[in-house]
Structure formats: structure tokens, C-alpha cells
């Protein structure tokens, strides 16, 4: 049983296993400082006891408060982890899983992957050691299907609460269940702006019958903890008139704050990679045209899919003299604290997933934040000292057109996952669930019919047996899975499993910005009539022959990283296909069936080229949808009559990423019951 220790004994306690446990020792009374200093402290021995009286405790502090770094350490040091039990701390993000977890080791003086490691999806730095992991929240409810009530954990928080991703809200509703079974774990919800009071109503548990009379030791209602942070104050600047460039104005704020103000890092939320890069690109050649506006400047990207060596710089000290510009997506709202931010350029924007249930498409578009992330956002100038926030819109538009809040991710996403989970789990009354945010009954209904017509689920909505079971154990997108399972009796299963692993990463190419021309015609060199699947392909035999070499990636356009990851994952997608039975086979370019095993998964994301349209304008066959090839794919102006993709992504128009060409007879054949002869989709004939 852990025991309640005050602060002095803490700090004794943290020395000796420190101490005991560190290789170089040097640096850790400057650690030892360091986490002394940082707001939570104060409250440890408080928390502590509020972990020890009570179910559920949720911490709400500002961001740089210490809750991710500090909050594990605490209930180690608390011997929560001992006797082999693990404390569990859940992120949204990977980068910030993997980020966290590296800092808490270089506190702890401990080698990353021994007692403190992490998990994230195709890749495990954990050891039978491991006291404290870090973990997304959808690697956590994959790791309840081997064990329903995660039995080796004795603490789980689930941090970054505010944030409402949909993995993060399936694992409230199930985490909410595990505890009635299991009255000895704790749970944590941490967040930087909770309504916590909402939070804790969710887990506000009657008392189980039975239990009255005696008296329950642990007090069932939420504790809630509020770190007070020492956020200095920031001072807001909006523009007089709205901007139509936010990446032009973000670059010539840039410029001026360091033309005008005194020394301190810069920090840019723009929406993702493209925009950021091109952002980088900007100021780099401003940097060259022009030395003296931007001498000093260090420029540096920040979105996920960085290379551990790149998110390194983004945390190392700025030199003496220079000045960083850290340009990133939202996670540096809240998930990553940087240090040495005084100024704040907020686009206004981020990336956000929205899906239309009607339409049934999900995609990826650059929406407006909320007020709530636009405060978040200044709260990051002023950590180490009085700071400012330049905010691209205007103060009229702030006030009254930007939303309060944002909506949680699982009333704006396709629920095919999150369906198949919860049935995995042996959840049946999905639309009864206790969540935290109800989903749309229409995206429920969706889920359901997709799922059907996969074949994964039968007539009385349970998984087949074995399908509907081996889609749920693969950690993809039931479409991809299903693609592999086909595979097999297809014949085709080695390639099949590389076009997974190609689907699974971001892209494959190098960033286009720049060299549109010299990537498309790298890109013609791999190129193949039956779309980007089969130059997918090309490209992985391509990098095979060349024996892995990144030259050889280097002179043709691919990012030889990307590339490195899709043998990686490639290689764990083998293990998995074999444990469930798959047969490993290669077609020898017989391109016909590989295209089949595309189409049985993909099917629901057919479309078919509108007859007289000049622009290359399709419509989704069971919806009716306007959607376009994306130009990044093989298949931009060639334009066949039917397709599928594989998503969707909208700027303009809605494009379509990773198209494979299809024989429109094959739809009725993978999927009878979508494509009824009778049906709407007559049009198949
Ligand atoms: P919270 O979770 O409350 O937002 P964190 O625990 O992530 O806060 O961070 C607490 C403090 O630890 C930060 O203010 C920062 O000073 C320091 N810190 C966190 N991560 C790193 C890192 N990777 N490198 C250097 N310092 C870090
Ligand atoms: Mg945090």
C-alpha cells in the first residue's frame, strides 16, 4: 500500500533513487531544483492525499504547470509503482508521448525505456521494468482487449483531458466501468482549461448497493485539484483588418517583433506540415535576401512525424545572442511546453477533423479555433516573463464570432473505429454507452452499415467470427484491415501489406513546396496506370534494390525517414497478418488481384468520373458527393472513370488521397448488400 509522505521525505526519497539508479549523477540537483520550482509542487503532499481518499482526482493547472512531467514521478515516489505495479499516463499525441516520457527519464537519471518508457502505435520503448509509460490513448483501449480491466496498472491518468480527442473520450467511458470492477485503481484526469465540473459529474458514481453501512474508504465522488500557475501577464495585439494570407502575415509579424523587441523566442501556431513549411521557407529565404532583418533567427518546424533528432532542437537552450522561431500545429497549445517563449503569433486556425454523416465523408480542413485555444495559445508567451500575443484576426472578430469552446472530437468523426473497438470490448449497446459526449445517432448508423458490409459485423450487430475478430486485433483502419485479411485469399498479401504500411504513414514524398516539377517527375518514374497503390509498390521494390540507401531516396523525391518507418511497420503488419492466420504470399505483378484486395476494403469509397465534367470532377457513388483527385496522386489529370480512395482532405474542394482505379462490376461483388442492383446506385450499371 503507498504511502502518504510529506514534501521533505519526498525530496529525500527522489535524491536516494535517483542517486541509486543514475549512471552520471551530475546535473540532478539542478533537476532537483528545477522540479521544486514548477507550480504543482507545492501541491504535492495535497494531491497525494486526495489520490489516496479518492476514486478519481482531476487536476486542472496551466500548461508548464508540471501535471505531465511531475504528476507520475509523485505517485512513483509514493510507491504507486511498487510491488510491479505500473503507473499509466495517457497523451493524445504521439510526438508528446514520446517527448514527456524522454524528459521524465533525463529527470529521473534513468535510461528511456527502462523505468520510464512509452508506447505508441508500432513502437515500443518499454521494459518488464517499467515503472512509469506514457502511452496515447488509443495504444490504451488497444491494450484492454488482451486486458479488459488493466490489471497492471495501479494508477491511470489520462492527461491533456480538455483536449476531447475521441480515443481519449471512449477511454473516460470505459475507464468509468473498469473502476466498478475495480475499487482499488485510481484514475487522474488532468487538463489545462477543464470545465471540471462537468468532468467530475461524469464520474460522480452512486454508491453500489450493499454498500451501505459500511463505510466506504474511498470517497467516490472526484476530488478536484486546481494548480494555481504563475502565467505572467500577456499582452494581446489583434489586427485592424481581417488578413487573407495568415502565413504571409505570420512570417511579416515575425520580422518585425524581431526588428522591434527585445530578445525572446517566438512561437507560431500555424495549421500543419504545408503550411509550416512553407512558412520555414519563407523566412529562410528572407534570411538569405536580407541579413540584416532576420540575422540571428532560428527557424524550426514543429508537427508530428518529426525525426527525434528534429524535436531535439526544438527543446535545446537558444544560443546566447540568437533567437528561436518555433513554427508549429496546435500541439504546442497545450501538449508540449517550450521554454523561452515570450512572443505568441496565433493564425487563428488549426486543423481540425469534421465528418457529415449525410455525405458520409470525413476530412481534414483548416477551421477557426475556439476562444478557448486562442487563450491557450497566448497563455504560451508568458511562462518565463511578461509577454505578447499577436493575434492574426481581429478583436471583433474574437469576441463575437469565435465559438467558446470546441466541439469534442467524437461528435465530428467517422465512428467505423471507434465502433469495432467497443464491440471488441464486448460493448454491444453502443448507442447506450455512458460517454462523455453523446456521438450522432446518424454517425453511429453509418459506423454500423459500414462495418456490416465489410463483413465484419452480422445481422444482430455482434463481431463474425473470424472476421469481424481479426479486423478489431489489427491497429488500423478497419477498411486497411480488411484489405490485408482479402489479401490472403487473394495471394497477394506481400504486397498488400506494404501498401498498408504506406497508407499508414503521412507521405512518402518529400515536401512539394518549391519543387513541384523536379517531385513530379521523380514521381513519373515510379508512376502506375492502376493509381498511387500499386506506384506505392514501385517505389518500396525501387528502395529495396537500391538496399535501403538514402541517396538513392535523395535523388528521386522520397523522404527517406517515411520510408525507413514503412519497412518498420511493415515488418510488425507481417508479424500481426501471420498470428492471425494469414498466409504470406507475393503475386509476382499479377497487379489485377492486388487491385481486388484494395477494392474489398475500400469499396464504400468508390466513385465514378460525372460524364461531361472537364474538370476532372467525380461523385462518390452512395452519397453523390463532389470530390476531385488530389494533384499529389498518380491519377491528378489522368483521371480514370472509377475509383477509391483512401481519405479525403479539403481546402478549395475535396480531394481525394491514395486512389486505386476499379472495374465497377467489382464493387457488387466484394459488397452485395452496399450496392444493391435494385438500390440507389442503379447508376453502377
Ligand atoms: P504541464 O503538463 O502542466 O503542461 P509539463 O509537466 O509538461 O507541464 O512541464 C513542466 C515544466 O517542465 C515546463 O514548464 C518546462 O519548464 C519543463 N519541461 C517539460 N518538458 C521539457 C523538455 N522536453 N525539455 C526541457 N524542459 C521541459
Ligand atoms: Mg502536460
Same mark, same amino acid.
Given at each position: 500500500?503507498?504511502r502518504l509522505?510529506?514534501?521533505?521525505?519526498?525530496g529525500?526519497?527522489f535524491? @536516494?533513487a535517483?542517486?541509486?539508479?543514475?549512471s552520471?549523477?551530475?546535473?540532478?540537483?539542478?533537476?532537483e531544483k528545477q522540479?521544486q520550482?514548477l507550480?504543482v509542487?507545492?501541491?504535492r503532499?495535497?494531491?497525494l492525499?486526495?489520490?489516496?481518499?479518492h476514486?478519481?482526482?482531476?487536476v486542472v493547472?496551466?500548461?508548464?504547470?508540471?501535471?505531465?512531467?511531475q504528476?507520475?514521478?509523485?505517485?512513483k515516489?509514493?510507491?504507486w509503482a511498487?510491488?510491479?505495479?505500473?503507473?499509466?499516463?495517457?497523451?493524445?499525441?504521439?510526438?508528446?508521448?514520446?517527448?514527456?516520457a524522454?524528459?521524465?527519464a533525463?529527470?529521473?537519471g534513468?535510461?528511456?525505456?527502462e523505468?520510464v518508457g512509452?508506447?505508441?502505435?508500432?513502437?515500443?520503448?518499454t521494459?518488464?521494468?517499467?515503472l512509469?509509460?506514457?502511452?496515447?490513448?488509443g495504444?490504451?483501449l488497444?491494450?484492454?482487449m488482451?486486458?479488459?480491466?488493466l490489471?497492471k496498472?495501479?494508477?491511470?491518468?489520462?492527461?491533456?483531458? *480538455?483536449?476531447?480527442?475521441?480515443?481519449?473520450?471512449?477511454? &473516460?467511458?470505459?475507464l468509468?466501468?473498469?473502476?466498478?470492477?475495480?475499487?482499488e485503481l485510481?484514475?487522474?484526469?488532468?487538463s489545462?482549461?477543464?470545465?471540471?465540473?462537468?468532468?467530475?459529474?461524469?464520474?460522480q458514481?452512486?454508491?453500489?448497493?450493499?454498500?451501505?453501512g459500511?463505510e466506504?474508504?474511498?470517497?467516490?465522488e472526484?476530488?478536484?485539484?486546481?494548480?494555481?500557475?504563475r502565467?505572467?501577464?500577456?499582452?494581446?495585439?489583434y489586427v485592424?483588418?481581417?488578413?487573407?494570407?495568415?502565413?504571409?502575415?505570420a512570417?511579416s509579424?515575425?520580422?518585425?517583433?524581431?526588428?522591434?523587441e527585445?530578445?525572446?523566442?517566438?512561437l507560431?501556431?500555424?495549421?500543419g506540415?504545408?503550411?509550416?513549411?512553407?512558412a520555414?521557407?519563407l523566412?529562410?529565404?528572407?534570411?538569405?535576401d536580407?541579413?540584416k532583418?532576420s540575422?540571428?533567427?532560428?527557424?524550426?518546424?514543429?508537427?508530428s512525424?518529426?525525426?527525434?533528432?528534429e524535436q531535439e532542437?526544438?527543446?535545446?537552450?537558444?544560443?546566447r545572442?540568437?533567437?528561436?522561431?518555433?513554427?508549429?500545429?496546435?500541439?504546442?497549445?497545450?501538449?508540449?511546453?517550450?521554454k523561452?517563449?515570450?512572443?505568441?503569433?496565433d493564425?487563428g486556425?488549426?486543423?481540425?477533423k469534421f465528418?457529415n454523416p449525410i455525405s458520409d465523408?470525413e476530412n481534414?480542413?483548416v477551421?477557426?479555433i @475556439?476562444?478557448?485555444?486562442a487563450?491557450?495559445r497566448?497563455?504560451?508567451?508568458?511562462?518565463?516573463r511578461?509577454?505578447?500575443c499577436?493575434? &492574426?484576426y481581429?478583436?471583433?472578430?474574437?469576441?463575437?464570432?469565435?465559438?467558446?469552446?470546441?466541439?469534442?472530437e467524437?461528435?465530428?468523426s467517422?465512428?467505423?473505429?471507434?465502433?469495432i473497438?467497443l464491440?471488441?470490448?464486448g460493448i454491444?449497446?453502443?448507442?447506450?454507452?455512458?460517454w462523455?459526449?453523446?456521438?450522432?445517432p446518424?454517425?453511429?448508423i453509418r459506423?454500423?452499415?459500414?462495418?456490416y458490409s465489410?463483413?465484419?459485423?452480422?445481422?444482430?450487430?455482434?463481431?463474425?467470427?473470424?472476421l469481424?475478430?481479426?479486423?478489431?486485433?489489427?491497429?488500423l483502419d478497419?477498411?486497411?484491415?480488411?484489405?490485408i485479411?482479402?489479401s490472403?485469399?487473394l495471394?497477394?498479401?506481400e504486397e498488400v501489406?506494404?501498401?498498408?504500411a504506406?497508407?499508414?504513414?503521412q507521405?512518402?514524398?518529400v515536401?512539394?513546396?518549391?519543387?513541384?516539377?523536379?517531385?513530379?517527375?521523380?514521381?513519373?518514374?515510379f508512376?502506375?496506370?492502376?493509381?498511387? *497503390?500499386?506506384?506505392?509498390l514501385?517505389?518500396?521494390?525501387?528502395?529495396l =534494390?537500391?538496399?535501403k540507401?538514402?541517396?538513392w531516396?535523395?535523388?528521386n523525391?522520397?523522404?527517406y *525517414?517515411a520510408?525507413?518507418?514503412?519497412?518498420?511497420?511493415?515488418? =510488425?503488419?507481417?508479424?500481426?497478418?501471420?498470428?492471425?492466420g494469414?498466409?504470406?504470399?507475393s503475386?509476382?505483378?499479377?497487379?489485377?488481384?492486388v487491385?481486388k484486395a484494395?477494392?474489398?476494403?475500400?469499396f464504400?469509397?468508390?466513385?465514378?468520373?460525372?460524364?461531361?465534367s472537364?474538370?476532372?470532377m467525380?461523385?462518390?457513388?452512395?452519397?453523390s458527393?463532389e470530390?476531385?483527385?488530389?494533384?499529389?496522386?498518380?491519377?491528378?489529370r489522368?483521371?480514370p472513370?472509377?475509383?477509391?480512395?483512401?481519405?479525403?482532405?479539403?481546402?478549395?474542394?475535396?480531394y481525394?488521397?491514395n486512389v486505386a482505379?476499379?472495374?465497377?462490376?467489382?464493387l457488387?461483388e466484394?459488397?452485395? *448488400?452496399?450496392y444493391?442492383?435494385?438500390?440507389p446506385d442503379?447508376?453502377?450499371h
Amino acid at each position: 500500500k503507498p504511502r502518504l509522505i510529506d514534501d521533505e521525505e519526498g525530496g529525500v526519497l527522489f535524491l @536516494s533513487a535517483s542517486a541509486s539508479s543514475s549512471s552520471s549523477g551530475y546535473g540532478f540537483a539542478s533537476f532537483e531544483k528545477q522540479r521544486q520550482r514548477l507550480p504543482v509542487y507545492k501541491y504535492r503532499t495535497a494531491f497525494l492525499y486526495l489520490v489516496e481518499t479518492h476514486a478519481t482526482t482531476i487536476v486542472v493547472g496551466e500548461t508548464g504547470s508540471g501535471k505531465t512531467t511531475q504528476i507520475p514521478q509523485y505517485l512513483k515516489e509514493a510507491g504507486w509503482a511498487d510491488g510491479g505495479r505500473v503507473i499509466a499516463c495517457t497523451q493524445p499525441r504521439r510526438l508528446a508521448v514520446q517527448a514527456v516520457a524522454s524528459r521524465v527519464a533525463e529527470e529521473m537519471g534513468v535510461k528511456l525505456g527502462e523505468e520510464v518508457g512509452y508506447t505508441i502505435r508500432f513502437e515500443d520503448a518499454t521494459s518488464t521494468g517499467t515503472l512509469i509509460k506514457f502511452l496515447t490513448d488509443g495504444v490504451l483501449l488497444r491494450e484492454m482487449m488482451g486486458d479488459p480491466l488493466l490489471t497492471k496498472y495501479s494508477v491511470i491518468m489520462v492527461d491533456e483531458a *480538455h483536449e476531447r480527442s475521441i480515443s481519449t473520450d471512449i477511454l &473516460l467511458g470505459l475507464l468509468k466501468k473498469i473502476q466498478r470492477r475495480r475499487p482499488e485503481l485510481r484514475l487522474i484526469i488532468s487538463s489545462a482549461t477543464i470545465e471540471a465540473k462537468s468532468m467530475s459529474a461524469f464520474f460522480q458514481t452512486r454508491r453500489r448497493r450493499g454498500l451501505q453501512g459500511e463505510e466506504p474508504a474511498l470517497a467516490m465522488e472526484p476530488a478536484i485539484l486546481s494548480v494555481e500557475g504563475r502565467g505572467f501577464n500577456v499582452q494581446i495585439h489583434y489586427v485592424e483588418d481581417p488578413v487573407s494570407d495568415y502565413i504571409q502575415a505570420a512570417v511579416s509579424t515575425v520580422l518585425l517583433i524581431h526588428d522591434k523587441e527585445p530578445f525572446g523566442d517566438i512561437l507560431v501556431f500555424l495549421t500543419g506540415q504545408d503550411d509550416i513549411e512553407t512558412a520555414v521557407k519563407l523566412l529562410t529565404e528572407e534570411a538569405r535576401d536580407n541579413r540584416k532583418s532576420s540575422s540571428g533567427l532560428i527557424v524550426l518546424p514543429l508537427y508530428s512525424g518529426l525525426s527525434r533528432a528534429e524535436q531535439e532542437l526544438i527543446f535545446s537552450p537558444t544560443p546566447r545572442g540568437k533567437r528561436k522561431v518555433v513554427i508549429s500545429t496546435n500541439i504546442a497549445e497545450t501538449s508540449l511546453t517550450l521554454k523561452g517563449i515570450v512572443y505568441v503569433i496565433d493564425s487563428g486556425f488549426s486543423k481540425q477533423k469534421f465528418y457529415n454523416p449525410i455525405s458520409d465523408i470525413e476530412n481534414l480542413v483548416v477551421a477557426p479555433i @475556439s476562444k478557448a485555444s486562442a487563450r491557450q495559445r497566448a497563455g504560451r508567451a508568458g511562462r518565463v516573463r511578461p509577454g505578447k500575443c499577436y493575434r &492574426l484576426y481581429t478583436e471583433e472578430y474574437f469576441v463575437n464570432e469565435m465559438a467558446a469552446e470546441g466541439i469534442p472530437e467524437i461528435q465530428r468523426s467517422n465512428l467505423v473505429s471507434c465502433v469495432i473497438q467497443l464491440k471488441a470490448l464486448g460493448i454491444d449497446n453502443i448507442l447506450g454507452f455512458d460517454w462523455p459526449a453523446s456521438p450522432s445517432p446518424e454517425s453511429m448508423i453509418r459506423a454500423l452499415e459500414v462495418l456490416y458490409s465489410l463483413g465484419v459485423l452480422d445481422d444482430d450487430a455482434k463481431l463474425t467470427a473470424p472476421l469481424g475478430f481479426q479486423v478489431a486485433e489489427i491497429p488500423l483502419d478497419p477498411m486497411i484491415s480488411k484489405m490485408i485479411l482479402s489479401s490472403d485469399q487473394l495471394g497477394c498479401s506481400e504486397e498488400v501489406l506494404t501498401i498498408a504500411a504506406v497508407l499508414s504513414i503521412q507521405s512518402i514524398w518529400v515536401s512539394s513546396r518549391g519543387i513541384q516539377k523536379e517531385l513530379d517527375e521523380a514521381k513519373l518514374r515510379f508512376a502506375a496506370a492502376e493509381g498511387d *497503390h500499386v506506384t506505392f509498390l514501385n517505389v518500396y521494390k525501387g528502395f529495396l =534494390q537500391s538496399g535501403k540507401s538514402s541517396q538513392w531516396c535523395h535523388r528521386n523525391y522520397i523522404n527517406y *525517414h517515411a520510408m525507413k518507418k514503412v519497412v518498420d511497420i511493415r515488418e =510488425q503488419l507481417r508479424r500481426i497478418a501471420q498470428r492471425l492466420g494469414v498466409t504470406l504470399k507475393s503475386c509476382d505483378n499479377d497487379i489485377l488481384v492486388v487491385r481486388k484486395a484494395v477494392a474489398m476494403g475500400f469499396f464504400a469509397n468508390a466513385c465514378r468520373l460525372e460524364p461531361f465534367s472537364h474538370e476532372g470532377m467525380y461523385k462518390t457513388v452512395r452519397t453523390s458527393q463532389e470530390v476531385y483527385i488530389h494533384p499529389s496522386s498518380v491519377l491528378f489529370r489522368v483521371n480514370p472513370k472509377w475509383v477509391v480512395y483512401h481519405s479525403i482532405v479539403s481546402t478549395d474542394r475535396q480531394y481525394m488521397r491514395n486512389v486505386a482505379t476499379i472495374e465497377p462490376s467489382w464493387l457488387r461483388e466484394v459488397a452485395p *448488400h452496399f450496392y444493391r442492383q435494385d438500390g440507389p446506385d442503379a447508376m453502377l450499371h
